[in-house]
């Protein structure tokens, strides 16, 4: 039977002392209560720049008492034909937690998903999170001052970020 499975199931249970003069001790118990395995939770972005730097914040905890868990991560990127791409490797601190940061690679663009797979001492999980990456360019214009006067001359600096691509024109107006 497979884990999934196996925590919806119940266990019955009764202990009787060998004297007898105690009483028994019984109950009926939720497998998912007793068993330990981990959760995880993922505080991130649902679209991100091709070619750009990206940081999720990825939380492990027991699941029934939210202790939190040391271990190791993995990220991956996978795309819809399932080839998954390694974007991160590092371990969960004391509090169960971990900054993963990553570059996201060049020219994909689209839907993919992010999977997260968690090694513990309890268990071995993963979550997947769907993502969709576009490739956009940014443009930020400045001027010297911050007013102008009707008449005088505005020089403006144009800065275009395009993935890894910065330039800077000037121009008089």
């Known amino acids: 039977m497979a884990l999934e499975d196996l925590v919806w199931e119940r266990i019955r249970y009764r202990f009787t002392p060998d004297d007898g003069k105690a009483p028994a001790i019984e109950g009926i118990e ?6 330990r395995r981990p959760v995880v939770h993922v505080l991130g972005q649902t679209e991100y720049m091709a070619g750009s730097r990206a940081a999720i ?32 490797s590092g371990t969960l601190n004391r509090r169960g937690t971990v900054e993963a940061s990553f570059r996201l690679p060049q020219g994909f663009t689209g839907k993919y998903a992010l999977k ?17 990456i576009k490739d956009k360019a940014s443009i930020l214009l400045t001027t010297e001052k911050p007013v102008y006067q009707p008449g005088q001359r505005c020089t403006c ?5 395009s993935r890894r691509i910065i330039t800077r024109m000037r121009r008089g107006s």
């Open 57 to 88: 914040r990825v939380m492990v905890s027991d699941v029934n008492g939210h202790v939190p868990l040391r271990g190791s991560l993995r990220v991956e990127l996978v795309g819809a034909d399932g080839y998954a791409r390694a974007l991160f």
């Open 116 to 132: 997260f797979l968690v090694n513990t001492p309890v268990g071995s999980t993963e979550e997947t999170e769907p993502v969709e």
């Open 30 to 35: 939720s497998i998912g209560e007793v068993l």
């Open 157 to 161: 600096g144009r800065w275009r970020w």
